[in-house]
């Protein structure tokens, strides 16, 4: 079964400045999605960045990016130029490759961002 | 268009009474996910619905949990007989059915079961 860890239950920045977050998976599978997921207060789950495996290219989403190492099964969330409204748990999540059962979304445990004016 | 919607957005009830959650997916999408959220903790897959597939039950906790979809749209989770142990916040999320498709995320019921 695949495991999805976040290491860091909260990490605080400042706004403007630059923070990293943190998430190790366990999987045998060669191919597979990685998500970051942001839950407000409003309790929403939004989609921030997505990974496919196969790409060695690290995806990017504005102030979003990620660290993929594929090798160490880290998938890393930086965030650029933090802004208060960042503040949120994020979520990383590990998604199988293939359509059919099992698609579901496997998340780690969370990290709580807080961001200080 | 209109996202994924759930009813009710909070929900309290008695140890030992059955419960009902909706969820209405985005219009066209075939895969609906139902996910339970403990306080403080990531989300846990509870069942999969995809199309007129057979649903995958894998993850619900117990025989109380139990879901139904009419067709490709709107989904029922019923808790009976709720245990302290169901507080949660339940949520509901769509996607297009394809592979590595996005899912989008219902705002949640938060069920408390005194």
């Known amino acids: 079964a695949q495991t999805v860890t976040q290491s860091q239950p909260e990490m605080s920045v400042q706004e403007a400045e630059t923070v990293t977050l943190s998430c190790t998976y366990d999987t045998s599978e060669s191919d597979y999605y990685l998500f970051w997921y942001k839950q407000p207060p409003s309790r929403q789950m939004i989609l921030v960045i997505r990974q496919e495996a196969y790409k060695q290219q690290n995806a990017t989403e504005n102030r979003f990016s990620v660290n993929f190492q594929k090798a160490a099964k880290s998938f890393s969330l930086k965030i650029s130029d933090s802004q208060l409204g960042d503040a949120a748990m994020y979520f990383c999540a590990y998604r199988r490759l293939r359509n059919n059962a099992g698609n579901m979304l496997t998340f780690g445990g969370g990290t709580r961002l807080m961001v200080k004016p | ?114």
């Open chain 2, 1 to 114: 268009g209109a996202g994924v919607s759930q009813s009710p957005s909070n929900k309290v009830t008695e140890k030992g009474k059955d419960v009902e959650l909706r969820c209405d997916p985005i219009s066209g999408h075939t895969a609906l996910y139902w996910y339970r959220q403990r306080l403080g903790q990531g989300l846990e897959f509870l069942i999969y619905f995809q199309g007129n597939s057979a649903p995958d039950k894998s993850g619900l906790p117990s025989d109380r949990f139990s879901a139904e979809r009419t067709g490709e749209s709107v989904s029922t989770l019923t808790i009976q007989r709720t245990q302290q142990e169901d507080s949660a916040v339940y949520l509901c999320a769509s996607s297009p059915g394809l592979a590595g498709d996005t899912q989008y995320f219902g705002p949640g019921t938060r069920l408390t079961v005194l």
